[in-house]
């Protein structure tokens, strides 16, 4: 395991060398969607009872960061060598797909980790969640980074050039997260866009991190494991088909 611990090191190092980039900025700018949406909406809207729309956001907008900047990390470090030519110094050791796969994967959910940590300190300055099941936090937490951090290797395989990728995160990414409840309860939306948010795996991971801060969700929070759990399993084992057969970085 010589080849992931280095490989996972240099990940390390990559988004913390920039870590201004990298980590303060996504923190301010959760901060910011918080002051302008709880101070805007705030006074007006108790997303469930006894819950105020201030505490209601906490969880989303860690949760989103934490998304985004997991698919961010592996996404961009793996087009970044494409580009630059350096993928061959990843090609040319003897480091199995295994270990490539889960030094990329892991190093994002340490970011994706770091990133929410840091909303969370933030965003307790407006209010303070009851955080009733920490263990769920921890799982959907994991399981969240971990599906974005993989779906960000696909996009890097995939993506030839900046505005590929750009494009996948624009037009898959963003909306998925965006549309997965993080700044609204789906029970506030017409009877048709709550039947269409069930399919979006993001939204399971957004309730069931909300469900671990406040007991309270849209939906079931196994209901929400096992969907989330289904999700990172199959883009694993696509993931490492691409990496196996060397799909667009041997050939």
């Known amino acids: ?45 108790e997303p469930y009872p006894g819950v105020s729309y201030s505490a209601f956001l906490i969880p989303g907008l860690a949760m ?21 030519g350096n993928i061959v110094f990843l090609l040319l050791p003897p480091l199995s797909h295994m270990e490539f796969f889960l030094a990329y994967t892991l190093a994002a959910v340490v970011r994706g980790f770091v990133v929410g940590v840091g909303v969370i300190v933030v965003t307790l300055l407006f209010a303070v969640p ?43 990414i963003m909306p998925l997260t965006f549309l997965s409840g993080v700044f ?15 399919f979006n795996p993001v939204f399971y991971m957004i309730d069931g991190f909300r469900y671990a801060c406040f007991g309270v969700g849209d939906v079931a929070p196994w209901l929400s494991f096992g969907v989330v759990g289904v999700t990172f399993l199959l883009l694993s084992a696509l993931t490492l088909h691409l990496l196996r057969s060397g799909y667009k970085l041997r050939r």
């Open 64 to 84: 989103m960061s934490m998304l985004q900047n997991s698919f961010a990390n592996t996404s961009s470090s793996l087009i970044q060598s494409k580009i630059t």
């Open 184 to 198: 609204y309860s789906i029970h506030s939306l017409p009877p048709f866009w709550q039947n269409v948010s069930h």
């Open 130 to 172: 009851p955080f009733a099941h920490p263990l769920w936090m921890l799982v959907f937490g994991l399981l969240g980074c971990g599906v974005m951090g993989i779906l960000g290797l696909i996009a890097g395989i995939w993506a030839e050039k900046f505005d590929q990728l750009a494009g996948f995160q624009n037009f898959i």
């Open 1 to 45: 395991m010589q080849g992931f611990y280095t490989l996972f090191y240099k990940e390390m190092l990559r988004f913390w060398k920039v870590s201004f980039q990298t980590v303060a900025a996504p923190v301010l700018t959760a901060l910011l969607y918080q002051l302008i949406f709880a101070h805007s909406i705030g006074q007006h809207v």
